[in-house]
C-alpha cells in the first residue's frame, strides 16, 4: 500500500512539474514573440531569462511531455533565427562577464553570425600574407642590390632601411597577436567600421607592395645615374671611387653594360686583364658596341690576335652600314687592322685600315675615333712591311702629329713611327706608286 502511495505521489509530481514548464514554456513564447518584434536591451534581457527559467523547469520535470519538448525545440529554433538581431541589440560578452552564466546555458553564448562584410575576410587575410611575403622577397632582393658592392651611400642606406623598417611594421601587423592589437586600435582610432579592417590591411599590404615594387623597377635608371657618376669619377681621376660606383651599378641592375664597360676599362688600365675581360665579356654579352672594341684592345695588348678577330668580326656583322654607325666602324676596323698586323696578314690589314680612315673622314660626328692615330700608326706599320714607302711616309706623318702621348700604345707607336720619319730624313730617298693616305 506504502508502495502505491509512493508511484502516485511521484505522478501527482510529475503532473505539476510539466505544468510548471507548460507555463515557462509560454512566457518564452512571449518573450521570443517580443523580440521578434523589437530586438532591444528589454527584450534580449527578457528572452534569455525566460530560456534560463525554461530550462530550470525542464531540468525539475522527472519526464517531461513530448509535446513539450517539442515545443521547446521549436522556440528555440525562433531563438536561433534572432542572433544576428540579439547581437545587433547588445554584446553579448559584456553580459556574459557581469552576469556569468553556466557555460551549459548555450542561450547566452549564442555565436556572433558572420556579417556579409566578413564573409571574405579569411581571403583578405590569405591575400595580406602573400603580398607580405612578395614584399618581403623583394626587400632582400633590394637590399641586397645595395650591400654586395661595400657601402651603400647615403641614398642607398636610407632606402634599405626604410623599406625594411616599412616592410617588418606592416608584417608585424598582421603576423603577431601585439602587432595586430596595435594595427587594430589604430583602425578603431580612426574611426574605420570594424567589418573593413581586414580589407584596410590588406590594401595596406598591397600599397607596400606597389611601393616596393615601383621602387625595384627604378634600380635600372638609378644604375644607370650610378654609372654616370662612375663616368665624372673616372674623368675626375677618382678610379677607385669610380670602381666603386660601377660596380653598385653592375649590381642594381645586372644588365648595366655601359657599367660593365667602364669597370673593364679601368681595370684595362691597371693592367688587370683578366678582370677585364670578364667584365667587358658581361657588357659585350649585353650586345653594348664599345665593348667589342675595348675588349678586343686588351686580347691585342695580350698579343690574343684570333680572340680579337672573332670578337671584332661578330660586332662588324651586327652593324648596320650608316653615317651614324660610322665611327664605331672606323674603330673596329682599325683594331681589326692591328689583329691582322699580328698575325703578319699585312694585305689584309692594309685594306680594312684604309677603310677606318675612310669612315673616319667622311664621319659626320667628330667623336674621338673621328680624330684617332691609331690606324695611321697601324697603316705605317703594314705599309712599311709591305714595303709601300709613300704610303708608309704620309702615315707616319699623320701618326706623330695625332698620336695621343698619354696612350701608352699611342705613344710607342709615334716614337717608331718618328724614327722611320728621322731615317728618311738622314738621306733616305725612295719612289713608290702607293696611293697617298689623306
Known amino acids: ?86 547581437h545587433a541589440a547588445v554584446d553579448l560578452a559584456s553580459w556574459q562577464q557581469s552576469l556569468n552564466p553556466p557555460e551549459t546555458a548555450w542561450w547566452w553564448f549564442l555565436a556572433k553570425p558572420i556579417d556579409v562584410r566578413d564573409r571574405y575576410d579569411w581571403l583578405w587575410s590569405a591575400l595580406n600574407v602573400t603580398a607580405l611575403t612578395a614584399s618581403a622577397s623583394i626587400v632582400v632582393d633590394i637590399c641586397g642590390r645595395f650591400l654586395t658592392a661595400g657601402a651603400p651611400g647615403v641614398f642607398g642606406s636610407f632606402a634599405v632601411i626604410s623599406q625594411g623598417v616599412l616592410t617588418l611594421a606592416t608584417a608585424g601587423g598582421v603576423l603577431t597577436d601585439s602587432g595586430r592589437q596595435l594595427i587594430e586600435q589604430m583602425l578603431d582610432n580612426s574611426g574605420i567600421g570594424r567589418h573593413w579592417w ?52 653592375t649590381n642594381l641592375d645586372t644588365s648595366n653594360a655601359q657599367a660593365y664597360h667602364g669597370l673593364g676599362q679601368l681595370y684595362a688600365d691597371w693592367n688587370r686583364d683578366n678582370d677585364a675581360q670578364e667584365q667587358l ?36 656583322n651586327s652593324i648596320d652600314d650608316t653615317p651614324e654607325t660610322q665611327p664605331v666602324r672606323a674603330e673596329l676596323l ?81 716614337h717608331e713611327a718618328r724614327e722611320y720619319l728621322r731615317g728618311r730624313a738622314e738621306g733616305d730617298t725612295y719612289t713608290d706608286d702607293a696611293s697617298p693616305v689623306e
Not at 590588406?202 to 634600380?219: K, N, P, Q, V
Not at 684604309?354 to 675615333?369: G, H, P, R, V, W
Not at 705599309?383 to 699623320?398: F, K
Open 1 to 86: 500500500m506504502e508502495q502505491g502511495d509512493t508511484i502516485e505521489h511521484l505522478e501527482e509530481r510529475n503532473i505539476v512539474a510539466n505544468m510548471d514548464l507548460a507555463t515557462a514554456l509560454q512566457e518564452y513564447a512571449q518573450t521570443i514573440a517580443a523580440l521578434e518584434k523589437r530586438a532591444d536591451v528589454s527584450t534580449v534581457l527578457a528572452v534569455l531569462r525566460a530560456r534560463d527559467q525554461a530550462e530550470s523547469a525542464r531540468a525539475a520535470t522527472a519526464s517531461p511531455a513530448t509535446d513539450l519538448l517539442i515545443q521547446l525545440i521549436t522556440l528555440d529554433e525562433r531563438l536561433l533565427d534572432q542572433t544576428k538581431l540579439i
Open 198 to 249: 581586414q580589407e584596410t590591411k590588406l590594401g595596406l599590404s598591397l600599397a607596400l607592395l606597389a611601393a616596393l615594387t615601383g621602387f625595384h623597377a627604378a634600380l635600372p635608371w638609378l644604375s644607370e645615374q650610378t654609372a654616370m657618376q662612375g663616368q665624372t669619377l673616372a674623368a675626375e681621376g677618382n678610379f677607385r671611387a669610380a670602381e666603386a660606383a660601377y660596380q653598385r651599378a
Open 281 to 316: 665579356l658581361l657588357a659585350v654579352k649585353e650586345g653594348y658596341l664599345p665593348a667589342f672594341n675595348s675588349l678586343a684592345t686588351v686580347y691585342l695588348e695580350n698579343a690574343e690576335s684570333s680572340d680579337a678577330v672573332e670578337i671584332l668580326t661578330a660586332a662588324l
Open 334 to 414: 682599325s683594331s681589326l687592322g692591328w689583329a691582322r698586323i699580328q698575325q703578319e696578314r699585312y694585305v689584309e690589314a692594309e685594306s680594312v685600315l684604309k677603310e677606318s680612315i675612310t669612315l673616319q673622314q667622311d664621319s659626320s660626328s667628330q667623336s674621338i675615333a673621328a680624330t684617332s692615330a691609331q690606324p695611321y700608326c697601324l697603316l705605317f706599320q703594314a705599309a712599311q712591311q709591305l714595303a709601300e714607302t709613300s704610303t708608309a711616309v704620309q702615315a707616319a706623318e699623320t701618326c706623330t702629329s695625332r698620336a695621343n702621348t698619354l696612350n701608352a700604345q699611342e705613344d710607342r707607336w709615334a
